[in-house]
């Protein structure tokens, strides 16, 4: 199984990897997958409460190389996107933008979830009703 | 001395035709080129007097004679001709075979196809170092029981399963003993004789010996095996196994075998030696790395370390001029991960992790201390990506955490 180009590149040279102060009120943390499954991301941003536009974003990804290609993806199209723009990304833009093959595409799932998680716990620490279906950060206390 | 990239180093998957073998099979392509069985004619004789002469190198690369070897196609085919062929032959004698949970899928999938038609089958466990419990397999034997297959070597973790004691014990309940030998003729002294093996799947191209080519040593004496073909048409092999031979691949595989009892001893101590070096190194540089499998009964060219925190496909990934394998799920096709590890106990956090190294005949120091050397940063780096990393130098618990997998 070759890998597109685009997930090598990301691969090689993976944008945003790191971790944001997980208890700054203006940060959200997503962790999703599990390491049984062998797929373990961690997305977090940094939001602007008055804008609502998100102005960081890190990662780290436990995962083969279609994983840390979607989540380091994920860090860049979420940047300067507001809360309800960065929530209707989708993992079929993933899939596309990645050339991921079918056997891939629930890494793409993994990062929309992510993103969503993330999002979901900055909504909470701000005291908003979380309308997103049930996807609650499972970020350690 | 410049290293040519990329180094392969997955000779349990397959190797290289070792050169001598190659020019040995050449002239039986279009020089030699008669059909074995032609009985008529000098182009018959001269390829059946090639494919006696292979006969008897195997034969002695295993301490059996001529007549004991049968050609298939590949060891697959010998699994399945002496797994389905004693069950066939024998069945009026009993219906109960005694396998293990780590071998091969040509022997687990053969079995799972007789249960289907009403065998009944036994997978033993294994310990955490990977071989089977005398007690275990002793309690498994009935009246019933007509074969047990044990794998000689692991494909995976290179683990020695002790045959010689195995052996006795399906003598003493007179039960035919089948020994997927794939991974370990050639690489360590192999005798039919002294191991009471009954039967024994061999392979061309695990031995620096061509693909689509193998043998099925099957016991003449002290006890006479017999096998119900599994292939008709003709009667080729004493009946055993029909169709036209593999001429050039045979002498392939004889002389591979050939070239491996001349050379075995000398290339095992140093294949360890660079199985060391390479551990050695590895070990040294790098915390939280695990070996999979027992050191004390291993083929001395393998090894297989989980390095915690960081997923096998992007360990590949990042040694992409390194050929070796993983035991991750996201480099099977089914997206599992590897039964082997599983039955080790290893768990499927850490089986994810595995990595597979198989040091072969043309693998040089100079390439080991590469390969070392591009395992230990890639792991470095990737544990920079890798959030269980860095929640471990936290000091969570991982193993405590409720994880959210992802909705498919």
Known sequence: ?141 | MAIKLPIYMDNHATTPVDPRVLEAMLPYFNEKFGNAASRNHEFGWVAEEAVENARGQIARLINATPKEIIFTSGATESTNLAIKGVAEMYREKGNQIITQVTEHKATLDTCKRLEKYGYEVTYLPVEKDGRINFDDLRRAITPKTILISIMYANNEIGVLQPVEEIGKIAKEKGVFFHVDAVQAVGKVPVDVQKEGIDLMSISGHKIYGPKGVGALYVRRKNPRVQLAAIIDGGGHERGMRSGTLNVPGIVGLGKACEICQKEMAAEGERLRGLRERLKDAIFAQLDEVFINGSMVHRLPNNINISFAYVEGESLLMGINDVAVSSGSACTSATLEPSYVLKALGVGEDLAHTSIRFGLGRFNTEEEVDYVANRVIETVKRLRELSPLYEMAKEGVDISKMKWQAAAE
Not at chain 1, 78 to 88: D, H, I, Q, S
Not at chain 1, 91 to 119: G, M, Q, Y
């Open chain 1, 1 to 141: 199984m070759a890998y597109s180009e685009k997930v090598v590149d990301h691969y090689q040279n993976p944008r945003n990897v790191g971790s944001l102060d997980k208890n700054d009120p203006n940060v959200g943390t997503g962790l999703v997958g599990a390491p049984e499954c062998g797929d373990v991301m961690k997305l977090q941003m940094k939001v602007n409460p008055d804008t609502r536009v998100i102005e960081e974003a890190k990662f780290k990804t436990f995962g083969c190389g279609s994983a840390i290609a979607s989540s380091s993806l994920a860090t860049e199209w979420v940047k300067g996107k507001t809360v309800e723009e960065a929530l209707a990304i989708k993992n079929t833009e993933i899939v596309r933008e990645l050339s991921l093959p079918p056997v891939k595409i629930h890494c793409s799932v993994l990062a929309e979830d992510a993103i969503k998680a993330a999002l979901s716990d900055w909504k909470k620490k701000q005291g908003e009703a979380d309308t997103q279906p049930a996807q609650s950060s499972g970020a350690a206390h």
